[in-house]
Nanobody, 113 residues
Framework: QVQLVESGGGLVQAGGSLRLSCAAS??????MGWYRQAPGKQRELVAA???????NYADSVKGRFTISRDNAKNTVYLQMSSLKPEDTAVYYC?????????WGQGTQVTVSS
């Protein structure tokens, strides 16, 4: 049974930093990543990383967020810096195994101005 357990969300002032973690179990995942969903908006990709270390970022977070991965621990991280109020959203961990997509429960990130 696949499980994704997220941690690290919270409230931070604009310009601050947060680090999200997602520990996955029960599978071997090719790509892992983070998505976010703000109130009234669609869920969007924030960043993704393959098992080989290739990364992909949304234009809105390039230069501010860094995704990394520890394959031995099946854990993906999202280091978020220079946070802006528009980064406020529920952040979801995603893991892909073959044709399957798995999701974490979501963690709230709130950036105050």
């Amino acid at each position: 049974q696949v499980q994704l357990v997220e941690s690290g969300g919270g409230l931070v002032q604009a310009g601050g930093s947060l680090r999200l973690s997602c520990a996955a179990s029960g599978g071997i995942f090719s790509t892992m990543g983070w998505y976010r969903q703000a109130p009234g908006k669609q869920r969007e990709l924030v960043a993704a990383i393959t098992s080989g270390g290739s990364t992909n970022y949304a234009d809105s977070v390039k230069g501010r967020f860094t995704i990394s991965r520890d394959n031995a621990k099946n854990t993906v991280y999202l280091q978020m810096s220079s946070l802006k109020p528009e980064d406020t959203a529920v952040y979801y961990c995603n893991a892909q195994e073959s044709m399957w997509d798995y999701w974490g429960q979501g963690t709230q990130v709130t950036v105050s101005s």
